[in-house]
Structures are given as C-alpha cells and as structure tokens.
C-alpha cells in the first residue's frame, strides 16, 4: 500500500514563499502522473499541479507561474515550490497520484496571512 507523508507547511506573509515534500512509501517510479492538491475550508479538495514520470508539470491557472511542481524518483518524493503567496492560496496540501489517487494522507497546512 502506497503512503503520503506530506510536509513543509506553515504561516506566511503574502507575497512570501514555502516548499512542501512529500515522501512516498514505495515507489513512486510506478505512479505514472502524481499530483499536489489542496482543500479550503468549507471546499473541495482541487488539483492544483501534477507532474508525469518523465517531468512534464501542468498546472491549474490559478497558480500558474507562482508554484512549480517537481519529483525525484529515485528518492521518492515529490516537491511543491510555492512564490508569491497569496491569502487566497491558504488550504491543506496533499499529494498523490493522479487521476486515482490512493488513501490520502494527513496534509500539511498552508496559510497565508499578514
């Protein structure tokens, strides 16, 4: 069974910057597409980067040219780059795969807040 250990949340300012991981148990070299995703309070959990095997990342529009989304197969884990933060980005992060996702794992809390 794969598992999520995601981590590197935390309060921070708009317009500053975090950088999640995500260590996966088991290889992620298997997960063809593994994906960042995130959940407001009182909203759906939503993608918000995803990246394939080969390194190819796609991103929602709404974090277009401020996150950027990166792995390590050989280390199993995924990162997050997150810029220029805006309130509006506060949420739970997690990673899994994409677009079936395993059991999801505990998240890492992301606020953004002056």
């Known amino acids: 069974q794969v598992q999520f250990v995601e981590s590197g949340g935390g309060l921070v300012q708009p317009g500053g910057s975090l950088r999640l991981s995500c260590a996966v148990s088991g290889s992620i070299f298997s997960i063809y597409t593994m994906g960042w995703y995130r959940q407001a309070p009182g909203k759906q959990r939503e993608l918000v980067a995803r990246i394939i095997r080969e390194g190819i990342p796609n991103y929602a529009d709404s974090v277009k040219g401020r996150f950027t989304i990166s792995r390590d197969n050989a280390k199993n884990t995924v990162f997050l780059q997150m810029n220029s933060l805006k309130p509006e980005d506060t949420a739970v992060y997690y990673c899994?795969?994409?677009?079936?996702?395993?059991?999801w794992g505990q998240g890492t809390q992301v606020t953004v807040s002056a």
């Open positions: 899994n795969a994409h677009p079936y996702p395993f059991d």
